[in-house]
């Protein structure tokens, strides 16, 4: 007989079974999921409202008979708050009871139904603010306005007279008041003349505030739903196998040799889904479908690429980069200047592939009948994921239903590992019954569909007697970060490249009179994705290290000289007349930093500047950031201090979000900077587990952190990925600093010890 037992109940027994302590939460039934927390909250199920009833006043936006507000939020919570932070937009213009407020995903299915009804539902590059600010304000002010509208016919007074305030609307002349909800119906049926105009960020009263997240209680009750969580009558469970092998196909497999193994129900072939085909065993438990796949005899076909590895990666990547490349940047003469340089600095980089790894494994449910499919999973991309299970199965998708659950971390890539594809077209081998697909860590780590792509530069800089720079010639080879979409024309040479390897050059901060940048895109076998940060991960690793490097050549100050490049730059340089700002920020971090004080032998401290700017227009984020390190003479490097400063543009939406996203940020990128890496041998990824991918520990994180936001005259790109970039380069530059040793290759740990 197969007991089942959840995450959570495994935690609480084996802590109690090995000594250890551990928090029993009780929770009285099933049900205790459903019941909704009072004030601001979501839903253990984020894809069901956490209370029903009330009047939809437009798509956004429902009100109930006891003012209750409920927003729909159009982007996947992943951990940076936007079930919090989205509503915040809205309401800031609603003038609603915030402790009022409760928000739920908007549903996908109505989304595509009503053709794009919130505009878009997939969550990338930062999106939630950049795209979302105006819309939200926008809906949360024609709701209020049509409130007012509703009262003011109903006193028969202009409704120029009505105030709304707190979700109540007052006639001051004469005294008399109405709640919001006792006008919404109404107010639903309005049609305005004209959209009222958005608040200016000098007007704000909610944006700005420090707010509790809504998600914060149903998280620490271990009440949230997320997709590895769902639980479904009849449901079954399949545990996945793909070729070991990048390209590779399934030959053949006998599924008598486990046929009659406990609770096993079938194998399901899986062609054309991601890079290799693989297969599928069903179980009535996830471990009996494990353990049967696990014996189930298999014969692959290695694929093309069965004799490939990272090696030949890197020396296709390093051949490239010894050829003439489509040049998107070319100004001034760089063979001249070159020539008649007082000094010549040169310098190959190179950044190894990387996984997403998030916490919660890859998983999907799926069912699939004739007429309806349905899914739940935590996911970014819930309206493509839509029509990807449309496609599958030939089902019209207005009769596809997403059910988007609570994520354990996404980082560019989530719910889009290859696991959707996987449960559709298992469930739909099973004629009706709902079946999770969950992955191991191994599988996780060896067959995401799509890598952050390694890369290789070969920098070159041509220095005056004054050490200034007289030409600066940058050449990149790597994959596209956004594989399957079309190359950009760019440049008046009309160069066709991967915009994400041109990322950050186009737009070039430091002063030179002659530049040229090349970008070599390749397609490789390995598949490539976005990751938390995309190509302006590589492209600053690239500039800031080498910047420091000619700072160091030319015998200066790596932040001053930083700051003197910048002042004599080209204001046309920098989006959104950002030069001054850049300044200013590294003004504030040696500032903040204690910048140029005497540290102790075997102490550096290095800096690192960015704006993420794309090619195509999305605003900027500043951020400078400064590191202090220590090494011992075996080479174990401690982090002692970090030193962040970040844009904060008009204003940060919820400045308690921002915190702990920053916070956040420095804990992903510290691990590619250490040990992370994604190596391959015979076109099979090397690394299985989190003992070869191993992140940084707890004990590891630096605990000297300061974070200090400067204000500028503009909407920021995000504050979801800013500062990853920035990481790798400002240690690398400090651990120069401390013992004279060039880091140009990550990770360190092949050539230096890991934190201590």
Not at 40 to 64: F, K, Q, Y
Not at 712 to 724: A, D, F, H, Q
Request: hydrophobic letters at 40%.
């Amino acid at each position: 007989m197969a007991t089942e037992i959840d995450r959570r109940e495994f935690l609480v027994t084996t802590a109690a079974i090995g000594g250890g302590m551990a928090l029993s939460l009780y929770l009285p039934d099933a049900l205790a999921a459903e019941t909704a927390i009072a004030g601001n909250t979501v839903n253990a199920r984020p894809w069901l409202p956490p209370a029903e009833g009330g009047v939809e006043v437009n798509p956004w936006i429902v009100i109930g008979p006891d003012d209750r507000v409920l927003i729909r939020v159009n982007q996947s919570d992943l951990g940076q708050g936007v079930l919090t932070s989205n509503p915040m937009m809205i309401c800031e213009e609603l003038e609603c009871d915030w402790s009022k407020v409760q928000s739920v995903y908007a549903e996908p299915n109505r989304h595509i139904r009503e053709h794009n009804l919130y505009d878009h539902l997939h969550t990338e590059a930062s999106s939630s603010v950049r795209l979302g600010r105006a819309l939200y304000q926008q809906a949360g002010a024609s709701a209020r306005e049509r409130l007012k509208a509703a009262a003011a016919a109903e006193w028969n007074v202009p409704a120029s007279e009505i105030e709304a305030k707190n979700s109540l609307l007052t006639h001051k002349a004469s005294g008399r008041s109405l709640r919001y909800g006792q006008v919404a119906a109404k107010a639903a049926a309005i049609k305005l003349d004209r959209e009222p105009a958005i608040k200016t960020p000098d007007k704000y009263t909610l944006i700005g505030r420090r707010v509790r997240r809504f998600d914060v209680e149903v998280k620490a009750r271990a009440q949230a739903v997320y997709g590895i969580d769902v639980r479904l009558p009849g449901m079954v469970y399949a545990a996945t196998k793909q070729s070991p092998s990048y390209g590779g196909t399934l030959k053949s497999f006998n599924f008598d040799a486990i046929r009659n193994m406990p609770g096993v129900i079938a194998a399901v072939p899986m062609e054309g889904i991601g890079s290799s085909s693989g297969i599928a065993v069903v179980a009535d438990s996830w471990w009996r479908a494990k353990t049967a796949l696990d014996k189930l005899p298999v014969v692959w076909d290695a694929g093309p690429n069965a004799h490939q590895g990272t090696s030949d990666l890197v020396a296709l990547y390093r051949s490239r980069l010894n050829q003439k490349g489509p040049t998107p940047v070319d100004e001034g003469d760089v063979e001249a200047a070159l020539k008649g340089a007082s000094k010549i600095v040169e310098a190959e980089y190179q950044l190894s592939h990387q996984a997403h790894a998030q916490m919660e494994p890859p998983n999907c449910t799926a069912q699939v009948t004739a007429d309806r499919v349905e899914v739940w999973m935590g996911t970014q991309i819930p309206d493509y994921g839509t029509n990807i299970a449309a496609k599958l199965t030939g089902v019209s998708p207005d009769k596809v239903f997403v059910h988007n659950c609570f994520e354990g971390g996404g980082f560019g890539r989530g719910g889009m590992h290859g696991e959707l594809e996987q449960a559709v077209t298992v469930a739909k081998a099973l004629g009706g019954r709902p079946v999770k697909v969950l992955w191991t860590r191994e599988e996780d780590l060896a067959h995401v569909n799509g890598y952050h792509p390694m890369g290789l530069a070969k920098m070159t800089a041509a220095l005056g007697p004054d050490g200034m720079p007289t030409a600066i010639w940058i050449r990149v080879a790597g994959n596209d970060a956004l594989e399957g979409t079309p190359l950009i024309t760019y440049g008046k040479y009309k160069a066709q490249l991967a915009h994400q390897l041109l990322r950050g050059f186009h737009l070039f901060p430091y002063a030179t009179p002659n530049l040229r940048v090349e970008v070599n895109t390749m397609k490789t076998w390995v598949p490539s994705a976005t990751w938390r940060s995309t190509g302006t991960y590589a492209n600053v690793f690239y500039l800031e290290s080498f910047i420091d490097e000619m700072a160091h050549a030319a015998g200066k100050d790596p932040l001053l000289y930083r700051r003197a490049l910048l002042n004599a730059a080209n204001p046309a340089s920098f989006e959104d007349n950002a030069k001054a700002d850049w300044v200013k920020a590294l003004d504030v971090v040696a500032q903040k930093s204690g910048w140029g004080k005497k540290l102790p032998k075997g102490t550096g401290m290095g800096v690192a500047i960015d704006d993420r700017k794309a090619v195509d227009p999305r605003g900027i984020a500043l951020v400078a950031l400064a590191v202090t390190v220590s090494v011992t003479p075996s080479g174990a490097v401690t982090i002692q201090r970090m030193d962040i400063i970040h844009d904060q543009g008009h204003a940060l939406i919820n400045p308690e979000a921002a915190d702990r996203q920053i916070r956040g940020m420095m804990a992903w990128g510290l691990g590619p900077v250490f040990r992370q890496e994604i190596t391959f041998n015979n076109a099979a990824v090397e690394q299985s587990n989190f003992h070869q991918y191993s992140p940084i520990r707890m004990n590891e994180f630096p605990h000297n952190i300061t974070l200090n936001y400067i204000k500028t005259n503009r909407w920021i790109s995000g504050i979801g990925e800013e500062v990853v970039p920035l990481v790798a380069p400002a240690i690398c530059n400090a651990i120069h600093a401390a013992t004279g040793k060039r880091i140009r290759r990550l990770p360190l740990r092949d050539q230096l010890s890991a934190p201590v």
